[in-house]
């Protein structure tokens, strides 16, 4: 049984499933410290790669994220756009009927939090 859910958690890893990740990594009683990087990684995918911020804040809430782990994390997403170059990338946000860079869109947001 153990095995199996070991492999699914390499399995949603490798897919880039980290929410599937978070809940596989705690049913199997991995660190806290495990937990809290797949947590991290899967606020930052809803952020960066979705740009969906219900689905950011539901897990920010759900991982229970306080304000002083919530601005590093955005720090970090802002490096990561910068070493990769999506600081400038401009992509149209409806509720706001304007392109927005994710910078900007992360302001709008996340940052309000």
Do not use: C
């Not at 880039?16 to 937990?35: F, H, P, Q, T």
């Amino acid at each position: 049984m153990e095995e199996r859910k070991v492999r699914e958690l390499e399995e949603a890893i490798e897919k880039r499933n980290y929410v599937r990740a978070v809940k596989i990594a705690e049913d199997l009683g991995r660190s806290r410290d495990e937990i809290k990087q797949f947590q991290v990684q899967a606020i930052k995918q809803f952020i960066i790669e979705y740009r969906n911020p219900q689905g950011a804040m539901n897990l920010i809430k759900e991982y229970q994220i306080n304000q002083e782990e919530l601005q590093h994390l955005l720090q970090e997403v802002h490096q990561e756009l910068k070493e990769k170059g999506y600081s400038d990338k401009r992509q149209f946000d409806i509720q706001r009927m304007d392109y927005l860079t994710l910078e900007r869109w992360i302001d709008e947001y996340i940052g309000k939090f």
